[in-house]
């Protein structure tokens, strides 16, 4: 999509259920990838096992002993996503969210930034989605370079030692995770559960 046919503007308040709908349809294209991947680490598969063994003394079904842990797992982490991702963020220090909208005044992606928790942590995308309309076609790119500026003026305004921008990705979000490398970023770190990466960090020094 030409630079000329989109621009980045802060949400307006009619665009909340629209936005909201986007992120959710966001959180779904990735929660069944990071669900597998989580419920398939060996710790995991051991407390499932675990569960499972236990209801055989309460339940009369062995395969419901058996599946049942199996779907509350899977559920707790769809509803643990979606609460995060799948809705809006509280205000931030940094504005927004605001909303890529194409010539036609059609919103294709939402952004939302916050400052980090430390000093010199920089700024940290805490919502970044595109429509499946319109992916692959510039748009999250266009995202990110605005990001980029919004982070480098709140450090230059904040006073901090250095511009930084942290992008938190789901470990199963390939394509975002290829853009980010596309773009300059590297990954350090991220955060999860019982020795497991579920959320990769992606940084960059502006």
Same mark, same amino acid.
Not at 125 to 130: A, Y
Not at 141 to 153: G, I, N, V
């Given at each position: 999509m030409a630079p000329s046919h989109l621009s980045v503007r802060e949400m307006r308040e009619d665009e909340k259920p629209l936005v909201l709908e986007m992120l959710k349809a966001g959180v779904k294209d990735t929660e069944n990838r990071v669900a597998l991947h989580a419920l398939t680490r060996p710790p995991a598969l051991l407390l499932l096992a675990a569960a499972s063994s236990g209801l055989r003394f309460v339940l009369a079904s062995f395969a419901l002993a058996l599946l049942l842990p199996v779907f509350?797992? +899977?559920?707790?982490?769809? !509803?643990? !996503?979606?609460?995060? /991702?799948?809705?809006?963020?509280?205000?931030?220090?940094?504005?927004?969210? /605001?909303?890529? *909208?194409?010539?036609?005044?059609? +919103?294709?992606?939402? !952004?939302?930034?916050?400052?980090?928790?430390?000093?010199?942590?920089?700024?940290?995308?805490?919502?970044? #989605? +595109? #429509?499946? /309309?319109?992916? $692959?076609? =510039? *748009? =999250?790119? $266009?995202?990110?370079?605005?990001?980029? #500026?919004? @982070?480098?003026? /709140? @450090?230059?305004?904040m006073g901090e030692p250095r511009a930084r921008l942290v992008v938190p990705v789901a470990v199963a979000a390939w394509g975002v995770a290829g853009l980010l490398e596309g773009c300059g970023y590297q990954a350090e770190g991220g955060w999860g559960c019982m020795g497991y990466t579920l959320v990769r960090e992606f940084s960059k020094d502006l």
């Open positions: 509350l797992a +899977v559920a707790a982490v769809k !509803l643990g !996503l979606r609460a995060w /991702w799948g809705s809006l963020p509280p205000p931030g220090g940094l504005g927004g969210p /605001w909303v890529a *909208v194409r010539g036609s005044g059609d +919103v294709c992606g939402v !952004l939302a930034l916050a400052p980090g928790t430390n000093a010199g942590d920089g700024a940290r995308v805490t919502r970044l #989605s +595109v #429509s499946r /309309w319109h992916r $692959r076609r =510039g *748009v =999250g790119r $266009r995202l990110l370079a605005f990001a980029e #500026s919004r @982070a480098r003026a /709140w @450090a230059g305004g």
